[in-house]
């Protein structure tokens, strides 16, 4: 295997693919694990699924020369689409635009039944984007599959893995989406503290070693390791890195989602994804990761996409088969058409901008924090995403860096009477105990309006604390 000097790895087969090393060694020789490893972590619904007797044969129509009875798709005759056209801001020049037209074949196909996993052309780009972004290539034992948005997947991805009862390692907080999941199978949810740098790993460890004897440890761990939603904190290595190890020590799947990947704008590089560091393990398969183009294309669309060992992600294409077929052939051919015009050049100059983008919203909405809130309120900077977590100091007398009180009311009802919607912790908090903290999302208020809003719960918080 030979690496050119422009990142790109030559294969002995002779396939190329650009990786963008991100000071990685490439052209290791890469262990996955086995596909029978897996057996014990599917879920006994997942167990029980079976390939669509019609769309499991979709691949023979393939053959040259073959005349298929098969699958009840409609002509396409008889839709009345001929062509669509959209106009895309430039990535490299917002203030110009660029036309893009859906029609012949590449229509045909975005308005006709498609196959379970992804339009084939757009896994293929897909694959190479993780390549790029994650120094992922495929003949890793991982694959890739597409969903209605990252939420689809998600979704599906803990009916493959969990079976009700069953106890699950959450972050917390916690995105509050994935709460719902759980509790509809009655888990277990083993809560394991975050703070500044990512999950506490020493109480992670704690909580696996003093596991009771006889009960079925977790086998996944769900984690928001970018900017995480609701408290905006970005892992650092280190806590990733341990984490990794002890999923290895104690035999769980990690399940990163990670829609803020290309939202980080810290002032230090990126943190290198769960799904990239698992090359420096003995072996890779212990991480199914979740993207989304909601964040950086349109939230809309419900474009997201999955990766992980290829098992798994066979078990989650099983599920939509029966749920609902496949994601959006549509919406896939837009997508396509808009990255193949864009290219991975100039995708990544468009997630660029998007950083910048809401770091400066970031920053805009801390100088308010640090005007009306300051002494008042705690909080850490986020370095990615659109959200702030902030504790409210509710007495005069409350011991700085102590977590104590509740938002709850005074969220809830007290500051949407005084004219600010945010949401109170408890939320985020999957066993529902009480917190002061609250989260603030910065993506769609101008300057005007978080100063003013501010304003408004500032009043509200000293009425609280009895010096208003």
């Given at each position: 295997m030979a690496t050119h000097s422009d990142g790109i790895i030559v294969s002995a087969s002779g396939v190329s693919t650009p990786v963008e090393t991100n000071g990685y060694t490439v052209g290791k020789v890469v262990k996955s694990l086995p596909a029978d490893f897996y057996t014990e972590f599917l879920s006994d619904a997942a167990k029980e699924r079976r390939p669509s007797p019609i769309r499991g044969l979709f691949p023979l129509e393939?053959?040259?020369?073959?005349?298929s009875f098969l699958a009840g798709k409609p002509n396409d005759a008889m839709?009345?689409?001929?062509?669509?056209?959209?106009?895309?801001?430039?990535?490299?020049?917002p203030s110009q635009e660029q036309s893009i037209s859906l029609s012949g074949k590449d229509l045909s196909a975005g308005l006709q039944y498609g196959p379970t996993g992804g339009l084939p052309r757009l896994l293929k780009w897909f694959i190479g984007l993780q390549a790029l972004s994650h120094g992922r290539k495929s003949g890793e034992g991982w694959s890739l599959t597409m969903g209605c948005g990252s939420q689809d997947l998600i979704y599906k991805a803990v009916n493959t893995l969990v079976n009700p009862g069953d106890a699950v390692l959450v972050e917390s907080p916690v995105y509050a989406g994935v709460i719902p999941m759980f509790k509809a199978l009655h888990c277990e949810q083993i809560e394991v503290e975050t703070d500044a740098n990512g999950i506490c790993s020493h109480l992670l460890r704690d909580i696996l070693e003093n596991w009771p004897v006889g009960k079925p440890k977790p086998r996944t761990l769900y984690t928001v390791p970018y900017g995480c939603n609701p408290t905006g904190?970005?892992?650092?290595?280190?806590?990733?890195?341990?984490?990794?190890?002890?999923?290895?020590?104690?035999?769980?799947?990690?399940?990163?989602?990670?829609?803020?990947?290309?939202?980080?704008?810290?002032?230090?590089?990126?943190?290198?994804?769960?799904?990239?560091?698992?090359?420096?393990?003995?072996e890779v398969g212990r991480v199914i990761r979740f993207d989304s183009f909601?964040?950086?294309?349109?939230?809309?669309?419900?474009?997201?996409?999955?990766?992980?060992?290829?098992?798994?992600?066979?078990?989650?294409?099983?599920?939509?088969?029966?749920?609902?077929?496949?994601?959006?052939?549509?919406?896939?051919?837009?997508?396509?058409?808009?990255?193949?015009?864009?290219?991975?050049?100039?995708?990544?100059a468009h997630t660029r901008a998007v950083a910048d983008f809401y770091r400066e919203k970031r920053d805009v909405f801390e100088s308010a924090l640090n005007a009306h809130l300051g002494g008042l309120v705690e909080w850490c900077t986020p370095?990615?995403?659109?959200?702030?977590?902030?504790?409210?100091?509710?007495?005069?007398?409350?011991?700085?860096?102590?977590?104590?009180?509740?938002?709850?009311?005074?969220?809830?009802?007290?500051?949407?009477?005084?004219?600010?919607?945010?949401?109170p912790g408890m939320v985020f908090l999957p066993n529902g105990r009480k917190t002061a903290f609250v989260r603030a999302s910065f993506s769609l208020c101008t300057e005007e309006q978080v100063n003013e809003a501010l304003k408004r719960l500032r009043a509200v918080l000293l009425k609280e604390r009895g010096e208003a």
């Open positions: 393939n053959k040259p020369g073959v005349i839709f009345p689409f001929k062509s669509l056209s959209f106009n895309i801001a430039s990535p490299t020049d904190m970005t892992a650092t290595l280190k806590r990733r890195k341990e984490v990794l190890q002890l999923a290895r020590e104690h035999n769980f799947l990690i399940l990163e989602d990670d829609p803020y990947f290309y939202l980080y704008f810290g002032k230090a590089a990126r943190p290198l994804s769960y799904f990239q560091l698992e090359l420096d393990e003995p909601s964040k950086i294309l349109s939230a809309g669309m419900r474009m997201g996409f999955a990766s992980g060992p290829k098992p798994i992600i066979d078990s989650m294409d099983l599920h939509t088969a029966t749920a609902n077929l496949q994601a959006s052939s549509l919406i896939q051919a837009i997508t396509l058409a808009l990255v193949e015009e864009w290219g991975y050049s100039n995708f990544f370095e990615a995403g659109m959200f702030f977590w902030f504790k409210l100091l509710l007495s005069p007398s409350q011991t700085p860096c102590v977590v104590e009180g509740d938002s709850e009311d005074l969220i809830r009802t007290k500051a949407y009477e005084g004219g600010v919607l945010a949401l």
